[in-house]
């Protein structure tokens, strides 16, 4: 197996600085590549704003990992003596296949070329390149240093050394909070592990915010049911992950997996009126003057929502994982939803009462008229309790 020494990093925005900086602090000699001197500037600023918190930390010397730092506004040149590439571009196919073509023509023959994208098909990507084997995703959380989870996963023609070097590179990589983990992802599906995993509570979501629409019921009764989770409530979170987001993920699994996941009236509405949360001051609740705090202790619940249904619709979601062989087991679902949602996976908490659970997404899928949302086969049949 190749030795990662060089590391190039294509487009250093919002995921590539992070994903360079764990790069450097590895030790790998790491290469920004961006199309603009000015993003590759902020880049570095706050590479080295993040590595000088680090030394006062006693954590690392800054000068040492910054001696590994390379940066360049050519593409073909930067991609020279790379062993491994990571694009982290714009979310649009063509751009990302000139670039990986660009790689194929003028990086050495034995350098993987991977995507960090969250949406798009690795496997498509690589029909770009005349090494498809050669070509991976390394799909990294917002943001890389501090988000333990790291899925690797393989494209249609994806060779076992190029996922070997993919899973080696991405151990390897440190994580300021806590330990770094790195699930394989054997099929190239919309979502890989835990986006998908958790895209279909969307469908039940939609419902009960249009139940909330059309019963007048105001949506901080709906969020009080559904409780505090983490630092915030379920709608806090969708205004500060914004409105539009949620509307887009939603086309994207309506597009990619079923016409259940399409956006409901609530989200439509909202979208299209511009109420996308924390970065317009208006979602489900006004930002104007700061992040959102309900009490939940004086808001009179909906009593609408059964959060047990989430927790049925991730099991399911989990066991249909398991039948696309998308996962190996389902204790690599659970690992890396706590790695990247800082959350337990639904398999051990919902194995004890699995039965129960398929009784209710039955009645859930019913009542809703979701086809979707109906148990598949390997959650029914209970098989996959062995799958660990
Ligand atoms: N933002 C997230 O939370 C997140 C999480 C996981 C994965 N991703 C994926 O990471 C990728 C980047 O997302 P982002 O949020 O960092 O975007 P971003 O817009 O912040 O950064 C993209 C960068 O790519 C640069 N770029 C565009 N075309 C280029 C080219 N031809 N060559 C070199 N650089 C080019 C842009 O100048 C910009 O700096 C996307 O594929 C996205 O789906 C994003």
Redo the contacts with the bound molecule.
């Keep these: 197996m190749v030795e990662v020494k060089n590391i190039v990093v ?7 600085n992070g994903i360079a900086q764990i790069s450097m602090m590895a030790g790998y000699n790491t290469t920004l ?4 001197q000015e ?1 590759i500037d902020k ?1 570095v600023v706050g590479i080295e704003g993040g590595l000088q918190k680090l030394e006062s930390k006693g954590v690392l010397k800054a000068a040492e990992v910054l001696a590994r730092m390379k940066t360049s506004l050519d ?1 073909a040149s930067a991609v020279k003596d790379a062993d491994l590439i990571i ?6 196919m063509d ?2 296949k ?2 990986f073509k660009t790689c194929d023509d003028n990086a050495p023959p034995h350098a993987v070329i991977a ?6 098909s690795i496997t498509e990507m690589a029909t770009a390149t005349n090494k498809p084997d050669k070509c991976i995703g390394i ?4 943001p890389a240093p501090l988000m333990r989870l790291i899925e690797v996963i393989a494209g249609e023609k994806s060779s076992e050394e190029a996922m070997e070097i993919g899973m080696k590179v991405s151990e390897s990589l440190p994580c300021l909070r806590g330990d770094r983990y790195v699930a394989k992802v054997l099929k190239d599906r919309p979502g890989f592990i835990v986006n998908r995993l958790n895209a279909p509570g969307g469908i039940y979501m939609n419902y009960l915010l249009d139940t909330c629409l059309e019963k007048g019921i105001p949506f901080e009764s709906l969020d009080a049911d559904l409780g505090q989770r983490g630092p915030m409530s379920s709608l806090v979170l969708s205004d500060y992950t914004g409105i539009d987001t949620g509307y887009h993920v939603r086309n994207y699994y309506a597009d990619t997996l079923h016409e259940d996941f399409r956006p409901g009236k609530v989200i439509t509405k909202m979208f299209n009126e511009g109420k996308l949360g924390r970065k317009t001051g208006q979602g489900f609740y006004d930002w104007s003057k700061g992040r959102p705090q309900p009490d939940f202790s004086k808001i009179k619940k909906a009593g609408i929502a059964n959060p047990t249904v989430f927790l049925a619709i991730r099991l399911n979601e989990g066991c249909r994982i398991l039948e696309e062989g998308i996962a190996s087991g389902w204790k690599v679902i659970d690992d890396a939803n706590m790695a990247g949602m800082n959350a337990p996976g639904p398999f051990e908490i919902g194995i004890p009462n699995w039965e129960g659970l398929v009784k209710l997404l039955e009645e859930t899928a019913e009542k809703l008229g979701r086809e979707y949302l109906k148990p598949c086969e390997l959650f029914k049949s209970g098989k996959f309790v062995d799958m660990k």
């Excluded at 694009?87 to 649009?92: H, L, P």
């Excluded at 995507?115 to 798009?120: A, F, G, L």
């Design positions: 294509i487009g250093v925005g919002l995921m590539g590549v961006d199309i603009s993003i880049a593409l694009e982290a571009v714009v979310e649009d751009v990302k000139n670039i995507s960090n994208t969250s949406t798009m799909h990294f959380f917002n």
